[in-house]
């Protein structure tokens, strides 16, 4: 009887650490979790779907987890929401990106783990279930003001694109005085001119802008229009002081 006992204790317990053994291999099978981070102005923002202007960089990252003795293989697959083929691959756990096309993109990243015969794979099945990550970069917009005040007040100084600019991938701005001379150029929409020449500030009066630039959309720009150059003007009053 005591035998008997024994054998069926003995047969409980292995039954049990097979039941352990099973569920923590399940457990540490390979994971991944994709993230997208973007830079923007304001520093980084991790998100699944997000919406924000060229020149855009997205940082992409496979986050494995219990890969073990398993060997390891990535595919980031970049396409946008009109094609069905990707119009970028990238064989790395993680990738950098800088969106420069408007529309939106879809990233998925396929992963594949193989450990002599044991194979675990996250590819379409995966990201049909779950959804790819996704930017949206917006259509392009630039506008060159016909006016600035850079008399040190703080408001208005610099001659530069209005601040609703967006999605431009290509920028070049010259200044020109009424006689075709060049005073200055600058190439990053974000700066600006700030009413000097070598140095020293120029007259009041009237100056001219060539702007040639690109959106991310493909939408081509060539501006040319007049400046005023009110360095006696104020805010405060509206008025040109004498």
Same mark, same amino acid.
């Given at each position: 009887? +005591?035998?008997?006992?024994?054998?069926?204790?003995?047969?409980?317990?292995?039954?049990?650490?097979?039941?352990?053994?099973?569920?923590?291999?399940?457990?540490?099978?390979?994971?991944?979790?994709?993230?997208?981070?973007?830079?923007?102005?304001?520093?980084?923002?991790?998100?699944?779907?997000?919406?924000?202007?060229?020149?855009?960089?997205?940082?992409?990252?496979?986050?494995? +987890?219990?890969?073990?003795?398993?060997?390891?293989?990535? +595919?980031?697959?970049?396409?946008?929401?009109?094609?069905?083929?990707?119009?970028?691959?990238?064989?790395?756990?993680?990738?950098?990106?800088?969106?420069?096309?408007?529309?939106?993109?879809?990233?998925?990243?396929?992963?594949?783990?193989?450990?002599?015969?044991?194979?675990?794979?996250?590819?379409?099945?995966?990201?049909?279930?779950?959804?790819? #990550?996704?930017?949206?970069?917006? +259509?392009?917009?630039?506008?060159?003001?016909?006016?600035?005040?850079?008399?040190?007040?703080?408001?208005?100084?610099?001659?530069?694109?209005?601040?609703?600019?967006?999605?431009?991938?290509?920028?070049?701005?010259?200044?020109?005085?009424?006689?075709?001379?060049?005073?200055?150029?600058?190439?990053?929409?974000?700066?600006?001119?700030?009413?000097?020449?070598?140095?020293?500030?120029?007259?009041?009066?009237?100056?001219?802008?060539?702007?040639?630039?690109?959106?991310?959309?493909?939408?081509?720009?060539?501006?040319?229009?007049?400046?005023? #150059?009110?360095?006696?003007?104020?805010?405060?009053?509206?008025?040109?002081?004498?």
């Amino acid at each position: 009887m +005591e035998k008997r006992l024994l054998t069926a204790l003995i047969a409980a317990m292995l039954t049990a650490f097979a039941g352990t053994a099973a569920a923590q291999t399940y457990d540490e099978l390979p994971t991944i979790n994709p993230t997208a981070t973007y830079t923007t102005e304001d520093g980084e923002e991790e998100s699944e779907e997000y919406t924000g202007n060229a020149p855009l960089l997205g940082r992409f990252e496979a986050n494995p +987890e219990n890969v073990g003795d398993y060997t390891a293989s990535y +595919e980031w697959r970049f396409t946008v929401d009109t094609d069905d083929e990707p119009y970028l691959i990238r064989y790395e756990q993680d990738t950098e990106y800088t969106f420069t096309q408007a529309g939106t993109h879809n990233i998925v990243l396929y992963a594949t783990f193989v450990n002599g015969n044991d194979t675990v794979a996250y590819t379409q099945d995966y990201w049909a279930e779950r959804g790819p #990550l996704r930017v949206s970069v917006s +259509e392009s917009r630039l506008e060159m003001p016909n006016a600035f005040s850079p008399n040190g007040d703080g408001i208005n100084d610099i001659y530069q694109a209005k601040t609703n600019y967006q999605s431009i991938v290509e920028f070049k701005a010259t200044i020109f005085n009424r006689w075709g001379q060049k005073l200055y150029e600058w190439d990053d929409p974000a700066g600006g001119w700030d009413g000097t020449y070598k140095g020293k500030d120029v007259a009041q009066g009237v100056y001219f802008v060539v702007v040639k630039a690109r959106g991310a959309d493909g939408r081509k720009y060539n501006i040319r229009r007049d400046v005023n #150059l009110l360095r006696g003007y104020t805010e405060s009053t509206g008025s040109v002081a004498e």
